[in-house]
Each structure stands twice: as structure tokens, then as C-alpha cells.
């Protein structure tokens, strides 16, 4: 059974940058697409963004373009999003999720990354 | 840019049937588009419930079903129970490894 495994919360300043790391523990990802997806409080989700490891191709929302950057390593079967410029509207948790190619639809989620931006 | 509209709430009674709509801000909401959905109670990740329009994942009572209806996917809850009273999302498919969230839909059982 395959789990996506999140890295801890993060507290950051404004300006500045995060990097949240998934890890498909018993497994792989290589053969899905990966997205990250974001929720603030109070708010609905999000599609930021992803990634086809097999491909090397990536894809952001328009409204996320320039400020976040999907990465993976397969040797580690890790993805990571980093988003820079942060303000207090990037406060959210942040999930991974995997979609494989025959569903086009996301069958498993990662626990989620509580992002918190504040000077 | 393409919005998915979903409506903001909706209420149903212990034992109802409720019917989930997602439509598209142009355009209709077709098999191709790969409809999901999702179910999301607070503080918790999203669970699937459906995907490609119709297909339960695995686990998911046979109570929730997905269709097309019109020009847009739906999700029926037939049989609705109080566990059942949670945030609803469809995510639509758009290519290219682009998706598409609604923004949500608030279900009260009571």
C-alpha cells in the first residue's frame, strides 16, 4: 500500500521561501502525475500545480506561475513544491497527491503541511 | 481562465437522496474532462469517492454515485446519513496535467 509522506509544518517569514517535500513511502510515483494542492482556512481546494516524473514535464495554475517550482527525485521517490515570495495568503495546508494516468483523478492524498506565514 | 461551479451548499434529510452538481463556466462538464469528486471533513485530507465520472473507489459505499447529468457531472447520494455530512469537491480534467477544483460544496444532514 502506498502512502505519501509529508514533511513537518513550517512557520515562515514574509518574503521569504518553503519547501515541502512527499515521499511515496511502498511505492513509487514515477508512472502518475503528482500535483500539490493548497488550502487556506476556511477556504476550498486548491490545484497549484504538478508534475509527470516519467516525462519530466510540469504544469502550474496561472495564478501560482513564477512564484512555485515542482521538483522530484526518483531516486528517493520524493516530490518537492517550493513556493517563494511568501505573504500571509500562502498560510494554508498543503497536500500531495497522486493521479494515475488511467483515472486522470487523484486516488491518494498526503497527510497535508500546515504553512504558516507571519512576521 | 476556466472556473467549476458547484453550489455553496446544500441540505438533505437522514435517509434523502441529495444530487451534487459541477458544471463548467463555459462549456459542459463531458467524460472527458475525467470528473471526480471528493469528500472532506475538517482537518482531514480529502478522500475520494469518485473518479472518471462513475467509478467508485475502492471502499466507498455504494450509496454515492456519479453521472452526467445535462451539461454537468453529478454526485448522488441516495440514502443520505449523518456521516455523510461533510465538504464535497469536484476537480475536473483539463490535459496536459492540468486540473481544476471546484469550489465546494458544504452538505448538512439533518
Known amino acids: 500500500q502506498v502512502h505519501l509522506v509529508q514533511s513537518g509544518a513550517e512557520v515562515k517569514k514574509p518574503g521569504s521561501s518553503v519547501k515541502v517535500s512527499c515521499r511515496a513511502s511502498?511505492?513509487?510515483?514515477?508512472?502518475?502525475?503528482i500535483s500539490w494542492v493548497r488550502q487556506a482556512p476556511g477556504q476550498g481546494l486548491e490545484w497549484m500545480g504538478g508534475m509527470i516524473p516519467i516525462f519530466g514535464t510540469t504544469n502550474y495554475a496561472q495564478k501560482f506561475q513564477g512564484r512555485v517550482t515542482i521538483t522530484a527525485d526518483e531516486s528517493t521517490s520524493t516530490a518537492y513544491m517550493e513556493l517563494s515570495s511568501l505573504n500571509s495568503e500562502d498560510t494554508a495546508v498543503y497536500y500531495c497527491?497522486?493521479?494515475?494516468?488511467?483515472?486522470?483523478?487523484?486516488?491518494?492524498w498526503g497527510q497535508g503541511t500546515k504553512v504558516t506565514v507571519s512576521s | 481562465q476556466t472556473v467549476v461551479t458547484q453550489e455553496p451548499s446544500f441540505s438533505v434529510s437522514p435517509g434523502g437522496t441529495v444530487t451534487l452538481t459541477c458544471g463548467l463556466s463555459?462549456?459542459?462538464?463531458?467524460?472527458?474532462?475525467?470528473p471526480s469528486w471528493y469528500q472532506q471533513t475538517p482537518g482531514q485530507a480529502p478522500r475520494t469517492l469518485i473518479y472518471?465520472?462513475?467509478t467508485r473507489s475502492s471502499g466507498v459505499p455504494d450509496r454515492f454515485s456519479g453521472s452526467i447529468l445535462g451539461n454537468k457531472a453529478a454526485l448522488t447520494i441516495t440514502g443520505a446519513q449523518a456521516e455523510d455530512e461533510s465538504d464535497y469537491y469536484c476537480?475536473?480534467?483539463?490535459?496536459?496535467?492540468?486540473?481544476?477544483f471546484g469550489g465546494g460544496t458544504k452538505l448538512t444532514v439533518l
Open positions: 476537480i475536473v480534467y483539463m490535459g496536459s496535467g492540468i486540473w481544476v
Open positions: 497527491a497522486r493521479a494515475p494516468f488511467s483515472s486522470n483523478a487523484f486516488d491518494i
Open positions: 511502498g511505492g513509487t510515483f514515477i508512472s502518475y502525475a
Open positions: 472518471s465520472t462513475k
Open positions: 463555459s462549456g459542459s462538464v463531458s467524460i472527458s474532462y475525467y
